[in-house]
């Protein structure tokens, strides 16, 4: 076994954390899972999230037979829901040519939906020890500070090939999954971006970084993140018990396909952002509405998108629903009602908003 190899196993023999998937590591429905919702996302973020999902789809199986709406719904708060559908996805295509288990062939895991190299390369190692090698933002940190790597990772295609050759070249044999987590958990807890812990790091003297003198230097980001700044209205449509529409997107759409969300549009360029609501409704829902006001704003950002989310209240001026969009699947909801819908995050916290104004102002009467 390699020197590097070698000492990032005896530390993470006695440094790793207790993590839930780590417990159902050698199920690769439990890795296939958890590596998906880590993506774009911290450890700490994910745990409750992958223990409600796994308690509500323990298997495969179960994952394949559940409705959209109810994975949707166990993502919601995650982000980045192309991964759930596309887990679902997968799920139905392990059951229909699988046999329901999921394969350790890596160009059929390659052929499920959402995986990529990394996914295919951590559930091959970490499930079925096979020598396969992987790339997360951490293994790219470390191998880029050890190896002292030129080159952006994000940018260049030659220097992406080279760290997928140092990371396949440390592979011990035998010991795949054990050293890939090993190599991020290095990334996570000591080689961290802004601030290596150089001093209680189990391979400092083997790390061209360190010995250079600036480790933060690497990987070598050039790139300056570029922002889309998105501008939408919602608008929270009452009928006359006082519940709230929700529409729900086509599960087709690349961005919250299959969320639900209040009637919503992007404005455009000189469109008020009362004309931007009244075409919110019109295109969305079809309804006749009165007393178009504005309650409130939400910031959020995703990726790099900055949205900033305009909040109006309407009341449905009939019940036109029979008539109006009959294709778009809709619920009138209440505060108590909401959590049964699977909503993106700007949408979550706009509602909370409406919300609470609601409850407040009943207190103040
Ligand atoms: S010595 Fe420092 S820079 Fe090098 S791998 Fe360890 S923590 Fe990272």
């Given at each position: 076994?390699n020197?590097?190899?070698?000492?990032?196993?005896?530390w993470f023999?006695?440094?790793?954390r207790?993590?839930?998937?780590?417990r159902l590591q050698?199920?690769?429905?439990a890795?296939w899972v958890?590596e998906?919702?880590?993506?774009q996302t911290?450890?700490?973020?994910v745990?409750?999230f992958y223990n409600k999902?796994?308690a509500?789809?323990?298997t495969?199986?179960?994952l394949?037979e559940?409705?959209?709406?109810?994975?949707l719904?166990?993502w919601a708060g995650l982000?980045?829901?192309?991964?759930?559908?596309?887990l679902?996805?997968?799920?139905g295509v392990v059951v229909s040519?699988?046999?329901?288990?999921?394969?350790?062939?890596?160009k059929?895991?390659?052929a499920?939906?959402?995986i990529g190299?990394y996914?295919?390369?951590?559930?091959l190692?970490i499930?079925?020890?096979q020598a396969?090698?992987?790339l997360?933002?951490?293994?790219?940190?470390v191998?880029?500070r050890?190896?002292?790597v030129?080159g952006?990772?994000k940018?260049?295609?030659?220097?992406?090939a080279?760290?997928?050759k140092l990371?396949?070249?440390a592979l011990p044999t035998?010991?795949?999954g054990?050293f890939?987590?090993?190599?991020?958990?290095l990334?996570?807890?000591?080689c961290?971006?802004?601030?290596?812990r150089?001093?209680?790091c189990?391979v400092?003297d083997l790390?061209a970084?360190?010995?250079?003198?600036?480790p933060t230097?690497y990987?070598?980001?050039t790139?300056?993140?570029k922002w889309?700044?998105v501008?939408?209205?919602?608008?929270?449509?009452?009928?006359?018990?006082?519940?709230?529409?929700?529409i729900?997107r086509?599960p087709?759409?690349a961005?919250?396909?299959?969320l639900w969300?209040l009637p919503?549009?992007?404005r455009q360029d000189?469109?008020?952002?009362?004309?931007c609501?009244?075409?919110a409704?019109?295109?969305?829902?079809?309804l006749?509405v009165?007393?178009?006001a504005?309650?409130?704003?939400v910031k959020?950002?995703?990726?790099?998108?900055?949205?900033?989310?305009?909040?109006f209240e309407a009341?449905a001026?009939?019940?036109?629903e029979a008539?109006?969009?009959p294709?778009v699947?809709?619920?009138?909801?209440t505060p108590?009602t909401?959590g049964?819908?699977?909503?993106?995050?700007p949408q979550?916290?706009?509602?909370?908003?409406l919300?609470?104004?609601?409850?407040?102002?009943r207190?103040?009467?």
């Amino acid at each position: 076994m390699n020197d590097f190899a070698e000492r990032l196993l005896d530390w993470f023999a006695g440094s790793k954390r207790d993590l839930p998937w780590r417990r159902l590591q050698h199920d690769p429905y439990a890795v296939w899972v958890s590596e998906i919702m880590l993506q774009q996302t911290t450890v700490a973020a994910v745990i409750p999230f992958y223990n409600k999902w796994m308690a509500r789809f323990p298997t495969v199986q179960s994952l394949a037979e559940a409705p959209l709406d109810d994975v949707l719904k166990h993502w919601a708060g995650l982000g980045y829901y192309a991964r759930a559908r596309n887990l679902h996805k997968g799920a139905g295509v392990v059951v229909s040519e699988h046999g329901g288990r999921v394969p350790s062939d890596p160009k059929q895991l390659l052929a499920l939906p959402g995986i990529g190299r990394y996914t295919a390369g951590a559930i091959l190692s970490i499930a079925f020890n096979q020598a396969a090698p992987i790339l997360d933002a951490n293994v790219i940190r470390v191998l880029s500070r050890v190896h002292a790597v030129p080159g952006d990772p994000k940018t260049s295609a030659a220097t992406q090939a080279v760290l997928w050759k140092l990371a396949e070249a440390a592979l011990p044999t035998g010991r795949a999954g054990d050293f890939n987590e090993a190599m991020m958990e290095l990334g996570a807890l000591v080689c961290e971006a802004g601030a290596p812990r150089c001093g209680t790091c189990p391979v400092a003297d083997l790390c061209a970084a360190k010995q250079l003198g600036d480790p933060t230097s690497y990987p070598q980001f050039t790139g300056v993140k570029k922002w889309l700044d998105v501008e939408d209205v919602s608008v929270a449509i009452r009928n006359p018990a006082r519940e709230v529409l929700l529409i729900q997107r086509s599960p087709e759409l690349a961005l919250w396909g299959g969320l639900w969300e209040l009637p919503r549009a992007t404005r455009q360029d000189g469109e008020s952002l009362e004309c931007c609501a009244a075409r919110a409704v019109r295109e969305s829902t079809g309804l006749s509405v009165t007393g178009m006001a504005p309650f409130g704003v939400v910031k959020h950002v995703v990726a790099n998108r900055r949205i900033l989310l305009h909040g109006f209240e309407a009341a449905a001026e009939n019940d036109q629903e029979a008539e109006a969009a009959p294709s778009v699947r809709r619920a009138w909801i209440t505060p108590e009602t909401r959590g049964d819908y699977a909503l993106a995050t700007p949408q979550v916290k706009l509602s909370d908003l409406l919300f609470q104004q609601e409850t407040q102002g009943r207190l103040e009467l």
